[in-house]
């Protein structure tokens, strides 16, 4: 896709984001702080223009020796089902991992649900809000065990809170579609 393709699709998607994922009020988040504001990717990324503009979006962002992209479930499930998807379409199929958070309690007791691919394999974590980082870094942690190379994190939003720090602090390349800046001058900007 050309820039300009990619710029509208980014707006396209900063407008589903404001619109379906950004609530104000007094929330308490997974990683336990308290906020002003809540977002929740999944009414945008399982919203089919919504999940297109990701795939598309993020599939750009890939670096080409990304060979797989995995997530933490249950937010970066649809995240990495669209990269996924969108791949395939082009020439450049790359498949999808999803991490537990617990293991498998029975069958396997497979942490990872997705392809078996050769040890050494480099996936790319893909997440949809990064506040704190840990999320994201605990299935850094998952895949590295299982034999992956892991040392880069995309995500739809920062917060802006400590994750991208945290990344790359570990020593991991990190990048937002958006910023949590980027969300509120969209709204006021619509008021």
């Known amino acids: 896709m050309n820039a300009a393709d990619l710029k509208v699709l980014r707006d396209r998607l900063l407008d589903l984001l404001c619109e379906f994922a950004y609530r104000e009020g007094d929330f308490v988040l997974s990683s336990g702080q308290k906020s002003s504001y809540y977002i929740n990717c999944k009414p945008v990324t399982l919203h ?36 996924s998807v969108v791949s395939a379409l082009g020439d450049r199929p790359i498949p999808a991992l999803i991490v537990r958070k617990e293991t498998k309690g029975h069958g396997t007791m497979a942490y990872i649900e997705g392809p078996l691919l050769p040890e050494g394999t480099n996936v790319a974590v893909l997440e949809d809000v990064v506040t704190t980082g840990k999320s994201a870094m605990q299935a850094v942690e998952r895949l590295r065990a299982a034999g992956y190379k892991v040392d880069r994190i995309l995500s739809l939003i920062d917060r802006e809170q400590g994750g991208g720090e945290l990344y790359r602090e570990a020593g991991l390349d990190f990048q937002a579609i958006f910023t949590i800046q980027d969300l509120k001058e969209w709204i006021s900007s619509k008021k």
Do not use: F, N, Y
């Not at 297109?52 to 970066?76: E, F, H, I, K, N």
């Open 48 to 83: 089919a223009e919504g999940a297109l503009a990701t795939g598309r979006l993020l599939l750009s962002m890939l670096s080409p020796d990304v060979q797989a992209v995995g997530g933490l479930t249950l937010g970066a499930d649809p995240i990495v089902t669209a990269v």
